[in-house]
């Protein structure tokens, strides 16, 4: 299923950082193995270069037609490792969603998530944090609705967003803190393929989502819907 931009949305937020479990990684290395927490719909999506050694895989990749943020942000601890003459070692264990896997993280179920999240999710007393990837104001979101919406023939400048319904994940802060400015009608769900379902039943009519690689910045769900 796929979704379509129809407005580029500036977000202002905290900082995007590294999150990693207090069995913190041992320095001076050339080689170290990590369990590292990876959300499973990202897996399912992009399984292909998650075969065999991972981070060799990515290094190597030269283009990737559709994209999303957990890939880049494998692609950039790849790279923090690889300049630093230690190749990394990623032994990936799948999560459901971003609350479960923060709890795996601080109970030292896993050393890492491969996916950057927001500073205001971090417990600094359980885990160790990066130093910030994405700086505020620096992360941009668009508005997405799904494919045939009216929105769609609507002149970006002539959008009035509070006639129509948002709807985000229930774990994301942030989003929902932006829905209630963009609009009075939002709703929330517990999980990603629901987004999608809500979004394709017209239950809702716009989400905010990460800006596609594709060229028409149309965004695919892939969990397997």
């Known amino acids: 299923m796929r979704i379509y931009n129809i407005k580029y949305f500036w977000f202002t937020l905290s900082c995007l950082s590294l999150f990693i479990s207090n069995n913190s990684l041992a320095q001076n290395q050339q080689e ?28 190597k990749v030269k283009h990737i037609e559709i994209i999303d943020r957990s890939v880049v942000d494998i692609i950039i601890l790849c790279s923090a ?34 996916t950057a999240i927001w500073k205001a999710d971090i417990d600094n007393k359980s885990v160790l944090q990066s130093k910030n990837v994405v ?22 400048e002539n959008i009035n967003l509070d006639e129509y319904t948002g709807i985000t994940i229930q774990s994301w802060q942030y989003d929902w803190k932006i829905l209630g400015e963009l609009t009075n009608n939002r709703t929330n769900i517990g999980h990603i393929p629901a987004l999608y379902k809500m979004l394709k039943r017209r239950r809702a009519d716009f989400t905010l989502l990460e800006f596609s690689s594709l060229s028409e910045m149309a965004s695919f769900d892939h969990s397997g819907i």
């Open 32 to 59: 170290i193995t990590v369990k590292a927490g990876l959300y499973k719909g990202t897996y399912l999506g992009f399984q292909h270069h998650f075969e065999g050694d991972i981070c060799s895989n990515l290094l």
């Open 81 to 114: 490792f690889a300049n630093q003459q230690t190749k990394l070692n990623i032994q990936l264990v799948l999560y459901p969603n971003n609350r479960r896997a923060r709890t795996m993280v601080a109970s030292g179920d896993i050393d890492i998530l491969l």
């Open 135 to 156: 700086l505020k104001n620096e992360f941009e979101k668009g508005i997405y609705v799904y494919e045939h919406h009216p929105l769609l023939n609507v002149a970006s």
